[in-house]
């Protein structure tokens, strides 16, 4: 299973675009990429999954790198709402849906 | 669409003692799964179920047990509670086990062995 490296910490100021990078150097051909987030103490949310190219939803944009060895999670306009702890997860292939869940970044959003 | 549902939300056990997790999702979701989470970590895979009636187990199934008999619901037992099972327990269900869906969790369930 492809593995991830997140910095364990990051600070964005509110409004502010938080970028949060993710380095999956052994991923293979066929993972994807998903970002998770947990707000304290509830179940993780899905936020954004891509394979190969960016990827853009109501909540964030994916961009992964040409090589895909590394994903940039961009929260356009951060809001002291978005402070979580971001998961940057490789989806293991086949057909066990499991995510395989590091120790992510806490991201504070300060006012 | 209530999502994925669970309950208790917190439960505080004796060591020896057994109880069933319920979860329940209402989105024809085909695969579901637990996770556990202790304090400070990521979550971690205990069992899942790719369709109704099939079950497998995942990176820390020892003592938890699960069935599939619907598509809607997967409970998760403990056999006999140890504290090493104080955790929070989340449930999660996808449209199928492809890794092109996301998965949606629930709420969680905070458990407690003394």
């Known amino acids: 299973d492809a593995k991830t490296t997140q910095p364990p910490s990051m600070d964005c100021a509110e409004g502010r675009a938080a970028n949060l990078p993710c380095n999956h150097s052994?991923?293979?051909?066929?993972?994807?990429v998903y970002w998770y987030r947990q707000i304290h103490s509830q179940g993780p949310q899905y936020i954004i999954h891509?394979?190969?190219n960016n990827e853009t939803n109501e909540m964030a944009s994916l961009i992964i790198t040409e090589d895909r060895k590394s994903s940039t999670l961009i929260l356009p306009h951060a809001t002291l709402r978005d402070t979580a702890v971001y998961y940057c997860?490789?989806?293991?292939?086949?057909?066990?849906?499991?995510?395989?869940f590091g120790q992510g970044t806490t991201l504070q959003v300060k006012p | 669409n209530a999502g994925v549902t669970q309950t208790p939300k917190f439960q505080v056990l004796k060591t020896g003692q057994s109880m069933t997790l319920q979860c329940a999702q209402d989105?024809?979701?085909?695969?579901m799964s637990w996770y556990r989470q202790d304090p400070g970590m990521g979550l971690r895979l205990i069992h899942y179920?790719?369709?109704?009636?099939?079950?497998d187990q995942g990176e820390v199934p020892n003592g938890y047990n699960v069935s599939r008999s619907t598509t809607e619901d997967f409970p998760l037992r403990l056999l006999s509670a140890a504290p090493s099972q104080t955790s929070v327990y989340f449930c999660?269900?996808?449209?199928?086990?492809?890794?092109?869906?996301?998965?949606?969790f629930g709420p969680g369930t905070r458990l407690t062995v003394t």
């Open positions: 989105m024809n979701h085909e695969y």
């Open positions: 891509g394979l190969k």
């Open positions: 052994t991923i293979s051909g066929n993972e994807y």
């Open positions: 997860i490789v989806r293991v292939s086949g057909n066990t849906g499991k995510l395989i």
């Open positions: 179920s790719v369709g109704a009636g099939i079950t």
């Open positions: 999660a269900s996808s449209y199928s086990a492809s890794s092109s869906y996301e998965q949606y």
